[in-house]
């Protein structure tokens, strides 16, 4: 049997753009016949998959999925929203929110587990799936929450479908309370930190570093007043009060209901529940969120077409 070196597998990744372990499972296959793994990588469909893995995926679809005590969120990209919009796309989506309630909720975790319809990974099933649909697509984000008793409510914005859309919220309640109220309340929790993007659920747990930053803002503005360090300080510290008022979900005014703060809101909604409510975690995933996308140059494109 040949023996496959480094220098064959880095070869073949050249010439095929396939991953590293994959060029090696494919010369093995083949006894190191280099034309052959070529051939084997696109019979399975790998090659034609990773040469699109460069492309930029930030369009595709956010899911969210509930199982008892559990909820999960996931967002799976693609390249165009045209793409979102299909059939095979949502069910995959939808498929790997449910294979998510049965992890951590780590992207990891979920890319590794086993995808029912396949008998494959997850990562392998969207790999299978870029070779049939012929875009890139990625497993960027996942989050899962659990409550000992309680609920963990769930809100899809721009719905694309039933668990689907642009923008996913969970939200978890700790408590023992009416299972109907609580998930009243959690879904227009979720809604609410689907529109004003909280930091953190308490003023104490919002980032330290965030906190340093805007309070270092303050000063620097403060001082430009000329006024005294001792009143400055004072000022700073009013600034930094009505910060954490803003950025903090429970201080926060509910958007449902501005009278009140969103910690009022669930305040209230103990006396229906018949019994004490604590928001225990949070989870908001935006879709394309932080990706740069890449931007093209239609006319540039037309014209190098043109050249032939």
Same mark, same amino acid.
């Given at each position: 049997m040949t023996?496959?070196?480094?220098?064959?597998?880095?070869?073949?990744?050249?010439?095929?753009g396939?991953?590293?372990?994959?060029?090696?499972?494919?010369?093995a296959?083949t006894?190191?016949?280099?034309?052959?793994?070529?051939?084997?990588?696109?019979?399975?469909?790998?090659a +034609?998959?990773d040469?699109?893995?460069?492309?930029?995926?930030?369009?595709?679809?956010?899911?969210?999925?509930?199982? =008892?005590?559990?909820?999960?969120?996931?967002?799976l990209?693609?390249?165009?929203?045209?793409?979102?919009?299909?059939?095979?796309? !949502?069910?995959?989506?939808?498929?790997?929110? !449910?294979?998510?309630?049965?992890?951590? =909720?780590?992207?990891? *975790?979920?890319?590794a587990?086993?995808?029912?319809?396949?008998? +494959?990974?997850?990562a392998?099933?969207?790999?299978?799936?870029?070779a049939?649909?012929?875009?890139?697509?990625?497993?960027r984000?996942? *989050?899962a929450?659990?409550?000992?008793? =309680?609920?963990? *409510?769930?809100?899809?914005?721009?719905a694309a479908?039933?668990g689907?859309?642009?923008l996913?919220?969970?939200?978890?309640?700790?408590?023992?309370?009416?299972?109907?109220?609580?998930?009243?309340?959690?879904? !227009?929790?979720?809604?609410?930190?689907?529109?004003?993007?909280?930091?953190?659920?308490?003023?104490?747990?919002v980032?330290?570093?965030?906190?340093?930053?805007?309070?270092n803002?303050?000063?620097?503005?403060?001082?430009?007043?000329?006024?005294?360090?001792?009143?400055?300080e004072?000022?700073?510290?009013?600034?930094?009060?009505?910060?954490?008022e803003?950025?903090?979900?429970?201080? !926060?005014?509910?958007?449902?209901?501005?009278?009140?703060?969103?910690g009022?809101?669930?305040?209230?909604?103990? +006396?229906?529940?018949g019994?004490?409510?604590?928001?225990?975690?949070?989870?908001?995933?935006?879709?394309?969120?932080g990706?740069?996308?890449?931007?093209?140059?239609?006319?540039?494109?037309v014209?190098?077409?043109? +050249?032939?």
């Open positions: 023996e496959i070196t480094a220098a064959m597998v880095k070869e073949l990744r050249e010439k095929s396939a991953g590293m372990m994959d060029c090696k499972k494919a010369l296959e006894n190191g016949d280099m034309e052959a793994a070529i051939d084997w990588l696109r019979a399975k469909g790998i +034609k998959a040469k699109k893995s460069g492309r930029t995926a930030a369009e595709g679809l956010v899911g969210v999925a509930t199982m =008892g005590h559990k909820a999960v969120v996931v967002e990209n693609s390249e165009t929203d045209f793409v979102a919009r299909n059939d095979a796309f !949502q069910d995959l989506i939808r498929g790997i929110a !449910q294979v998510a309630l049965t992890t951590d =909720g780590t992207v990891d *975790a979920v890319s587990a086993t995808y029912p319809a396949t008998g +494959k990974s997850v392998d099933s969207i790999k299978d799936a870029i049939t649909i012929g875009e890139n697509m990625t497993l984000r996942s *989050a929450l659990e409550v000992p008793h =309680g609920v963990v *409510a769930t809100y899809i914005h721009n479908g039933d689907i859309g642009k996913g919220v969970l939200v978890a309640l700790k408590s023992e309370g009416d299972k109907a109220v609580l998930n009243s309340i959690g879904r !227009q929790v979720a809604m609410h930190i689907a529109a004003t993007n909280p930091l953190a659920i308490r003023a104490e747990e980032d330290a570093a965030v906190a340093e930053r805007e309070r803002v303050f000063i620097e503005q403060a001082r430009e007043s000329g006024k005294p360090e001792a009143i400055i004072k000022m700073v510290d009013g600034r930094m009060r009505k910060f954490f803003e950025v903090a979900l429970l201080s !926060q005014a509910f958007v449902i209901n501005p009278d009140l703060t969103v009022d809101a669930v305040k209230a909604a103990e +006396k229906e529940a019994a004490s409510i604590e928001v225990t975690g949070m989870v908001r995933l935006l879709l394309g969120e990706v740069e996308k890449e931007e093209s140059d239609f006319a540039a494109e014209a190098a077409v043109a +050249k032939g």
